[in-house]
């Protein structure tokens, strides 16, 4: 295996060592961050004369040449290197010879491998808030024509009170605006420049390292040596956004595949995102959304795999810390999956307002109002509430549904009912006189939809 540190060594390493030490099969995806930082290194290097011109032009051409070989696929990796920070500096010597040697002056793996991290998981970063952004779009959008569709509204999974599919929809757009703003967040302290911190204790050469950060568009340096090769806290950070991003969309997922099941029959998930059965023919499964939920079984899983990983971790670099990546990468490919897929299904799918309406129908979700009906009349909630209960109580023992009682039952109960409390507890009645402010009402929703408009064009919460 090709190494960067053979000198005090006589003989070689076992091959099991080496198989088991190895990182390239998981770090090489940071080919391209790695490369950023070696070039935004190697001018600072040339900046201030660590490097002659000359020498820093050979190995910005080859590590540019590196760049756009290995974009282009007609340069590969080599297979043997201990990491991809190595696998780089071999091709590099290959591309400009022994200069080559010269660009780990004043840098470490240990600070250059937390640089890598923290430019690649920026970048991803930005790329999930756009995914949150698009997913948030769509949930509105799907609103938006939904202010008036009712829906059996749930608590202990039974039928509580009707809301409307645009505000039970709205409810997922909330939790992604504070996915995205905890991504937004913990962005800040992923864009710190670790790099110039040397292996641990910093450099005896005169480097800079605010160009650095400034090239590489680092917000802030990292301000010590020591916390800045053994910090993971980004890591950490992310991958906990990461795991409630996915848990959000897991109970969204679950709500799918209910929704799906013909019982309920409120949506119908487009072909291209269900899978079929290799035995049942008529089957249409919602896998897409089972494997969401799943799947959110690894998000935690990478968030707590990287907190044991750093417990009791004594200062500074320890070989430990390479294990982050695949905690890392397993959680962003998994929520960015997530997120994607979500949106996937949402592209084409088919909600059965009918359906969803006629759930409603007789479930007596609509008793509360009978209830409140006489509040408005000046009697006591407590006492409205018993009265109400007895009212549903008649209506189960006659198999009627609530509205299905006569008035003069009704005034058996209590004088003050009149004619139009039959108004007053319409299923779609009852939806829509909720317009407290974050309440189903279609007006209130219709402002909340407003909300939540501004809060995308960054106009903030009023
Ligand atoms: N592949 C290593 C990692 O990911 C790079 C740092 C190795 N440093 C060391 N001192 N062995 O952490």
Same mark, same amino acid.
């Given at each position: ?5 053979? #000198?005090? !060594?006589?003989? #070689? ?34 900046? /201030?004369?660590?490097?002659? =011109? ?7 051409? #080859?590590? *540019? ?5 290995? *974009? ?24 400009? #010879? ?5 660009? @780990?002056?004043?840098? $470490? ?31 509105? *959008? ?13 608590? @202990?999974? /039974? ?8 505000? @039970? ?10 996915? @995205?703003?905890?991504?937004? =967040? ?43 090769? $053994? ?6 950070? !992310? ?10 969309? $897991? ?14 029959? !409120? ?28 799947? +959110? ?25 390479? *294990? ?36 409603? /129908?007789?479930?007596? $979700? ?14 006591? !909630? ?72 501004? +809060? ?7």
């Amino acid at each position: 295996m090709a190494k960067l540190w053979g #000198g005090r !060594f006589e003989g #070689g390493t076992h091959a099991d060592v080496e198989a088991f030490t190895s990182s390239l099969a998981i770090d090489s995806r940071l080919a391209q961050a790695d490369l950023k930082g070696c070039l935004a290194h190697a001018r600072m290097l040339g900046r /201030q004369g660590i490097l002659s =011109d000359a020498e820093c032009q050979q190995i910005v051409k #080859g590590l *540019e040449a590196i760049a756009s070989g290995l *974009e282009a696929g007609n340069l590969g990796i080599p297979p043997d290197a201990e990491d991809v920070h190595t696998a780089i500096e071999l091709l590099l010597t290959e591309q400009a #010879g022994v200069v080559a040697g010269k660009l @780990h002056t004043a840098r $470490s793996r240990n600070d250059q491998v937390a640089t890598a991290c923290r430019l690649y998981l920026r970048g991803e970063v930005d790329a999930l808030r756009e995914e949150i952004r698009a997913l948030q779009a769509r949930y509105l *959008e799907i609103a938006e024509g939904n202010l008036h569709t009712v829906l059996p509204g749930l608590t @202990h999974l /039974q039928h509580a009170q009707p809301v409307s599919l645009a505000h @039970h929809l709205m409810a997922y757009f909330w939790m992604l605006e504070r996915d @995205h703003a905890r991504l937004t =967040d913990l962005r800040v302290r992923v864009n710190q420049l670790p790099l110039g911190s040397g292996a641990l204790a910093g450099t005896t050469l005169p480097i800079e390292r605010e160009g650095v950060a400034k090239e590489l568009g680092f917000e802030g340096l990292c301000e010590n040596s020591l916390d800045a090769v $053994s910090d993971r806290d980004f890591v950490v950070e !992310f991958l906990s956004a990461a795991a409630l991003i996915g848990t959000h969309l $897991s109970r969204f997922a679950e709500e799918l595949i209910l929704w799906s099941m013909p019982e309920f029959g !409120f949506i119908e998930l487009a072909d291209d995102v269900t899978t079929g059965s290799s035995l049942m023919p008529q089957k249409k499964n919602p896998d897409v959304a089972e494997l969401i939920r799943g799947r +959110t079984g690894r998000l935690t899983g990478a968030l707590t795999g990287a907190l044991v990983m750093l417990k009791a971790l004594p200062l500074s670099y320890n070989r430990d810390l390479q *294990e982050d990546k695949q905690h890392l990468f397993e959680g962003l490919d998994t929520v960015r999956g997530a997120v994607r897929l979500t949106l996937l299904m949402l592209q084409k799918a088919t909600f059965r307002p009918d359906r969803m309406e006629r759930a409603c /129908q007789g479930d007596y $979700s609509n008793t509360t109002d009978l209830a409140d009906y006489l509040v408005r009349k000046g009697v006591p !909630f407590r006492q409205t509430h018993e009265i109400a209960g007895k009212a549903v109580r008649l209506a189960i023992q006659k198999k009627v549904a609530l509205e299905a009682l006569s008035l003069d039952e009704l005034r058996g109960l209590h004088p003050g009912f009149d004619t139009d409390v039959f108004d007053s507890i319409q299923t779609r009645a009852v939806m829509e006189a909720r317009n407290s402010r974050g309440g189903t009402g279609s007006r209130a929703v219709a402002e909340q939809i407003d909300r939540a408009r501004k +809060t995308l064009r960054g106009e903030g919460l009023k």
